[in-house]
């Protein structure tokens, strides 16, 4: 499944880039794929707000900062790359995170984020606190039209689907298979609100 992924965000990243800056890189995968398919024709930078994650990063330059507040220049990437972040974000942040896109991005920003995820499929109740929640942490989902104006000052040039489909299976259906094994858990199984997991 990373694989899949990975190698179509890396068919997305213009060729005539030079400069490019994953923002909520993670450990950062998949800037090491692009790397490591156009072997010396790009500078990177990954941003991460864990210095945890950061420790794992090979290749890219490793900066620690918010997407809300990215250390770094205006422009100065021909890309900005933010792979399954913004779903996550409160609204506040998610403002601020997207403005910041794009202030640094010269030419393009390539977001992805789960397709038209249906969030109330993966929400949790807390049996200690009743508090409901997604189980992937996510505060929103998008559909394609929802990018025609995310990022202020861009345009948007395409909307592609990249990865392999999972199958949506029916609620009941899919705890079932869960609880027998059948299907992995995903996502943080603990409260938000009173921890309890």
């Not at 950062?28 to 945890?52: D, M, N, T, Y």
């Not at 809300?68 to 890309?79: G, K, N, T």
Request: proline share 8%; with cysteine; net charge neutral.
């Amino acid at each position: 499944h990373h694989r899949e992924r990975t190698e179509g965000i890396e068919q997305l990243v213009p060729r005539d880039a030079r400069t490019i800056v994953d923002v909520g890189a993670g450990d950062g995968r998949v800037l090491h794929h692009i790397l490591s398919v156009r072997a010396g024709q790009l500078r990177a930078v990954a941003v991460e707000r864990s210095l945890q994650a950061l420790r794992h990063v090979e290749g890219p330059e490793p900066v620690q900062g918010s997407i809300d507040a990215i250390p770094l220049r205006d422009r100065c990437a021909d890309v900005v790359l933010c792979c399954e972040v913004i779903e996550h974000l409160p609204p506040p942040v998610l403002d601020a995170g997207l403005a910041e896109l794009g202030r640094i991005a010269a030419d393009h920003i390539l977001l992805t984020v789960p397709n038209q995820e249906v969030r109330r499929r993966a929400d949790i109740v807390c049996s200690a606190c009743g508090c409901r929640y997604n189980r992937e942490r996510h505060l929103r989902s998008f559909h394609p039209r929802d990018f025609e104006s995310l990022v202020p000052g861009f345009r948007l040039a395409d909307v592609s689907a990249i990865g392999p489909r999972q199958p949506v299976y029916p609620r009941r259906l899919r705890i079932g298979l869960e609880r027998s094994g059948l299907l992995p858990v995903l996502g943080s199984p603990s409260c938000p609100q009173c921890g309890e997991g």
